[in-house]
């Protein structure tokens, strides 16, 4: 998959054609998954908890302001390696609460609102609060979401990535870097339209997917791709057909049921995370192409595999690497 920079020259100068964003001004008061965060200065010693947002706040320009980062599934993009070299990798899974405020951050985002939430796995905001920290969820998370429902949260809407851009958005502004944001979200926004019109001039009009992200155990069911989260989002955009409609984030579902609806394509996800054997990539495709019931269906036959970094799909800056990659193992379906 190829790796896109981010803010590149050509956006950069763009901006001088537009009116440039007026400056912070503090306090800035968010209104954040039903709770109200007051950022009182421009944040120094963030800690970012989650590879998405922390991916965020590089594209940004912020990694000076960063003291540290955590939960990653993926190597940083190349684009951000320098940064990332500089800024202390606390953990590569859930950091400890003491972890994360004995680096006295003036602002704390993370991409999952299991992580500071109700029974946040790092800590509840009112911890957070107590300490003065303005603690964050990405807006992804938690619109048209109940994360009180299932392991990862049920989603009550289909994933709607304005929400994305809301939250680039606002972590733009904690950091007093609007013009950086505005520059961000564009760019996106038009590689999405770019590869959406070249899926859709493909003309398939009953080509379907399922994406596999981990198992808990390769002799359990594995964790699929529900049928209104990001993947789910992103089938949809190339007009693939999820055979998952579980509402559930990543819900456990059977082989023998996909097998049965025996999707065109099959996406599976690669990650450094070795939480489940069924992290490794390479014990999927073995697994794939071994089990009497997986090795029948038409995707793994025809080797219609399309291997996508994790992190591509949740809702980050790398949806759209995922977007990409998806579209072009689209590729020969019709024939």
Same mark, same amino acid.
């Given at each position: 998959m190829t790796t896109r920079i981010f803010?590149?020259?050509? %956006? +950069?100068? #763009?901006? #001088? @054609?537009?009116? $440039? +964003?007026a400056p912070t001004d503090y306090p800035l008061v968010i209104d954040n998954c039903g709770h109200q965060v007051t950022i009182p200065a421009r944040p120094d010693n963030v800690v970012s908890i989650g590879q998405s947002t922390t991916e965020i706040l590089y594209a940004l320009g912020q990694a000076d302001r960063m003291a540290g980062t955590a939960l990653w599934f993926t190597p940083v993009l190349p684009a951000f390696a320098e940064d990332d070299a500089r800024v202390d990798r606390i953990s590569d899974d859930?950091?400890?609460?003491?972890?994360v405020v004995n680096r006295r951050p003036g602002f704390v985002p993370t991409m999952f609102a299991w992580m500071i939430g109700d029974q946040g796995a790092v800590g509840t905001r009112r911890q957070f609060a107590d300490l003065g920290i303005p603690a964050y969820v990405m807006p992804t998370d938690c619109q048209g979401k109940d994360n009180s429902v299932g392991a990862d949260g049920t989603r009550l809407a289909p994933f709607d990535i304005a929400t994305l851009w809301d939250g680039i958005d606002q972590?733009?502004?904690?950091?007093? +870097?609007?013009?950086? #944001? @505005?520059? $961000?979200?564009?760019? $996106? @926004?038009?590689?999405? %339209?770019a590869v959406v019109e070249r899926a859709r001039a493909m003309d398939l009009p009953d080509a379907s997917a399922a994406v596999w992200f981990s198992s808990a155990d390769l002799a359990l069911d594995p964790y699929m791709a529900g049928g209104m989260g990001v993947p789910a989002w992103m089938m949809d955009r190339l007009g693939l057909r999820n055979v998952v409609t579980s509402d559930e984030e990543w819900p456990a579902v059977g082989w023998e049921t996909i097998a049965r609806a025996d999707p065109s394509v099959l996406v599976i996800a690669r990650m450094d995370r070795r939480r489940f054997p069924a992290d490794d990539v390479e014990a999927k495709l073995r697994f794939l192409k071994t089990d009497p019931v997986t090795r029948r269906m038409t995707a793994v036959r025809r080797d219609r595999i399309v291997i996508l970094d994790a992190e591509a799909l949740h809702p980050g800056i790398r949806m759209i690497d995922g $977007?990409? +990659?998806l579209a072009a193992g689209m590729d020969g379906l019709s024939e």
């Open positions: 803010l590149t020259t050509a %956006v +950069a100068l #763009g901006l #001088g @054609q537009a009116a $440039l +964003a859930t950091p400890s609460f003491e972890s972590i733009a502004r904690v950091m007093d +870097a609007q013009d950086a #944001g @505005q520059a $961000l979200i564009a760019d $996106l @926004q038009a590689r999405e %339209v $977007l990409e +990659a």
